[in-house]
């Protein structure tokens, strides 16, 4: 064993209230790929099957994951796009709540939707 | 019959158990027999038709719920050596949801790797079946074989890549012994020995297929049931004809998210 142990981040939790609506929900606007479901969890990744994996948890009393930094909104979980523009209009095709793009720095680019149970989800786009 | 603590715990921990003869040559010749007067009675009437590109497997298809028709299939079904076992392992009362009999001729394919409870949609608990061993089986005439302890994580995406960390159900049964199967890692593939008599127990979660019949001339009958646990709180396929150990019809809600979720899972 190396004094140095390696870490990599394997998966993030986020609380729903409905497992099977919100499946659908990320899976349809995420294009993410669903890896397992057992009982009260669901476990969805990236279009190419790599890690982090976000577990999708079943509490039934949930409180949305809304963190505020001031007033800033910050994103439990933030999303990449190459094109955030063709992401963005089709969130509001759909009708997904989702705030305007904002422009930043270094062409940084991003814009925040909530989920089916309130949870602010980050899309952003940069160059790579 | 009584089930060892050793064999409860194989069924939980690995996902499936041996129960090693628990039905005489007598009855398990006498459920071959009323099988195959079933069939003859379909070929008969036209139900079973043979289909010219598969020739010997379309005579001999799966029979399913015979046991709704068939007076000793009704009574083998309900018997309390065979619903003892269920209740043995669940710990509590069961419901029987199916059954299927199968005739696995020689030359018929390999049966898919996939978990009972993709179908059954059994929830809390999945569910649990009871497959009945009615002649020797091995690799070489399509018997069992199971991933252990890939019942823990519920169930899997069939989309996900063989190999992945979670692609256990994209993997092949091999055809022929050199096929290599690509599982991920820390999982392994076990063939299942089983003579006649013998009862295999397994998790509706675990991981299991089974061989193409390689014989030249060996069928591979077998009468499988899947039961579930009576406190489940909904289950998919038959919710309102489920069978307890008195033959009494139950009814339980019907599990409305499995449809979506089956989607979702491909």
Redesign the interface.
């Known amino acids: 064993m190396s004094d140095s142990p390696d870490f990599r981040v394997d998966s993030i939790a986020l609380p729903v209230r409905n497992i099977?609506k919100s499946?659908?929900w990320y899976?349809k606007h995420f294009n993410l790929?669903?890896?397992?479901?057992?009982?009260k969890?669901a476990?969805l990744t990236a279009n190419d099957?790599s890690a982090p994996y976000v577990t999708l948890v079943h509490i039934p009393n949930m409180e949305p994951l809304n963190l505020m930094a001031g007033h800033e909104p910050c994103p439990v979980l933030n999303f990449f796009t190459s094109d955030i523009e063709l992401v963005h209009e089709k969130l509001r095709a759909s009708h997904v709540p989702v705030s305007n793009i904002e422009h930043h720095e270094n062409a940084l680019k991003r814009c925040l939707v909530t989920d089916p149970d309130g949870n602010f989800i980050g899309i952003s786009s940069y160059p790579e | 019959m009584r089930i060892s603590a050793a064999q409860r715990q194989s069924y939980w921990d690995r996902g499936y158990t041996v129960i090693k003869g628990v039905f005489s040559k007598e009855e398990t010749s006498r459920m071959i027999q009323e099988h195959e007067a079933i069939r003859l009675a379909f070929i008969k009437d036209k139900s079973i038709v043979q289909d010219s590109h598969y020739p010997l497997s379309s005579l001999y298809p799966e029979l399913h719920e015979t046991f709704r028709t068939n007076d000793y299939v009704f009574q083998f079904l309900t018997s309390p050596k065979y619903f003892g076992l269920v209740e043995q392992l669940l710990g509590e009362e069961a419901l029987a949801v199916g059954t299927t009999f199968f005739f696995k001729p020689p030359g018929k394919n390999s049966f898919l790797l996939h978990q009972d409870n993709y179908d059954v949609g059994a929830s809390p608990q999945p569910s649990c079946a009871l497959w009945v061993s009615l002649e020797d089986t091995s690799r070489e005439n399509g018997g069992l074989c199971f991933i252990p302890y890939s019942h823990k994580q519920g169930l899997y995406s069939s989309q996900t890549p063989a190999g992945h960390r979670y692609g256990l159900v994209s993997s092949r049964v091999p055809q022929v012994e050199e096929d290599p199967v690509l599982l991920p890692h820390g999982y392994w593939m076990e063939d299942m020995t089983t003579q006649a008599g013998d009862v295999v127990a397994f998790n509706g979660f675990v991981v299991h297929g089974s061989f193409p019949n390689n014989s030249r001339y060996q069928f591979r009958k077998a009468f499988t049931t899947h039961f579930i646990p009576r406190s489940s709180e909904s289950v998919f396929v038959f919710n309102n004809q489920l069978v307890d150990k008195n033959g009494q019809i139950n009814r339980l809600p019907l599990n409305r998210h499995h449809p979506l979720i089956r989607d979702l899972l491909g």
């Open positions: 099977v499946m659908d899976i790929k669903l890896l397992w479901v057992y009982k969890y476990s099957y």
